[in-house]
């Protein structure tokens, strides 16, 4: 996904820890986003804006945003984009183990050669305490633990996954 404010017309692409790296022209989202970029596009309120993101440096031209599911035209093989290197997703299973969505799977017509540590499984850390899961958003002090047992745990999981989503990636 990308983000921008009513009151500016800057389009930024969400890294983790919730730095923004703008996207330089409507040329480069076609080229890296595709056509539809604009649907990719939430808009954020100002407030929130400035108390949840730091502006980083502005993406290069061409440039795609750490954080960012790829794959090649040509392939089904899906990659996350590491801020270094194009991470080889093993499988479908390890796909929905880190809670990704395909629709924000952006295709490039460049070839992707992987590099780095594939990802095999989760690499969310699992709680102790009756197998829910932790999440920590950098920075924030924060953590929440539910069981898995507890019948609220799935949707207070799917709150605190969004707002982590909007957050890091």
């Not at 990704?100 to 295709?107: E, G, K, L, M, Q």
Request: hydrophobic share 45%.
């Amino acid at each position: 996904k990308l983000v921008k404010i009513t009151t500016d017309p800057s389009v930024y692409a969400v890294e983790a820890n919730g730095v923004l790296r703008k996207v330089q022209s409507e040329a480069d989202a076609i080229a890296i986003y595709g056509a539809n970029w604009a649907k990719r596009v939430i808009d954020v309120n100002d407030s929130f804006f400035a108390a949840t993101y730091t502006v980083g440096t502005p993406l290069t031209s061409g440039m795609i945003a750490a954080g960012t599911l790829v794959k090649n035209a040509n392939s089904g093989a899906i990659y996350l984009y590491d801020g270094a290197n194009y991470r080889s997703i093993a499988n479908e299973a390890a796909f929905n183990a880190n809670r990704y969505d395909f629709a924000n799977v952006v295709t490039r017509s460049m070839a992707i050669t992987a590099g780095g540590s594939a990802i095999t499984t989760s690499e969310f850390a699992y709680d102790a305490q009756g197998g829910g899961t932790s999440v920590v958003v950098t920075g924030s002090g924060l953590t929440a633990s539910l069981s898995a047992a507890t019948p609220a745990a799935a949707l207070f999981h799917k709150m605190v996954l969004a707002f982590q989503w909007l957050k890091l990636i």
